[in-house]
């Protein structure tokens, strides 16, 4: 079956430290993946895009992986902040004329002062 | 408008009654999605607008639930009958291109719905 997957348990660091974000997929092809934030009682907002053909992305603090051999993406957070405290979802666009995009569960993040 | 606007932010309503959750995107946003998100949930997907046509229904989950677009810009979506299991936050979202790019979602803020 097609699955898409993201920690299920919080993720708590420690202020300064790098946090790192998985997002798994089964039985995907993806064309792209993008990276939303989520506040609690908001709608997610847009971080970044990367595409089947590139194997990284980076944006300020930000860096986003994407390995199609692991079918796994990585998101990274650099010197963390209490502010980048939220949830974190991946969402997929598979490869074809279904170009709907398929969300994980998100996973949430708590960066400690 | 600056960005998507979504109203009510709140509704409570009585099992059986009907519910409409409105969407204002961003101008010049050709497509529209809709989503409900549960907690803990990711959003799940109901029904994407291209201008004034649905493009994709694929998500409604039954013909209590639909969704106008009449003018290619604001959008309605419409609960007949509803439900316990239909408590959810819905989440509307527009961007540029819609399936014909990979352009970023921008999201409202949500209607929260509860029946009791």
């Known amino acids: 079956s097609q699955k898409i997957e993201q920690n299920s348990e919080a993720l708590n660091i420690q202020e300064g430290k790098t946090a790192t974000l998985t997002c798994n997929y089964t039985?995907?092809?993806?064309?792209?993946l993008q990276w939303y934030r989520q506040d609690p009682g908001r709608g997610p907002v847009f971080l970044l895009l990367?595409?089947?053909n590139e194997k990284e992305k980076r944006k300020e603090r930000l860096k986003v992986t994407f390995d199609t051999t692991l079918k796994q993406s990585l998101f990274h957070i650099t010197a963390s902040q209490p502010a980048d405290s939220a949830t974190y979802l991946c969402a997929l666009v598979n490869a074809g004329n279904n170009r709907k995009l398929i969300w994980g569960l998100g996973t949430s993040l708590a960066v400690n002062p | 408008g600056a960005g998507v606007s979504q109203t009510p932010s709140n509704k409570v309503t009585e099992k059986g009654k009907y519910v409409e959750l409105r969407c204002d995107p961003i101008?010049?946003?050709?497509?529209l999605y809709w989503y409900r998100q549960s907690l803990g949930q990711g959003p799940e997907f109901l029904i994407y607008?291209?201008?004034?046509?649905?493009?994709?229904d694929s998500g409604l989950p039954n013909d209590r639930f639909f969704a106008v677009r009449p003018e290619g810009s604001v959008s309605t979506l419409k609960i007949q009958r509803t439900e316990r299991g239909d408590s959810a936050v819905y989440l509307c979202?527009?961007?540029?291109?819609?399936?014909?790019?990979?352009?970023?979602?921008?999201f409202g803020e949500g209607s929260r719905l509860t029946v009791l």
């Open positions: 990367i595409r089947e």
């Open positions: 039985n995907y092809s993806p064309a792209y």
């Open positions: 101008s010049g946003h050709t497509a």
């Open positions: 607008f291209q201008g004034t046509g649905a493009a994709d």
């Open positions: 979202a527009s961007s540029l291109m819609g399936y014909s790019g990979t352009g970023e979602l921008f």
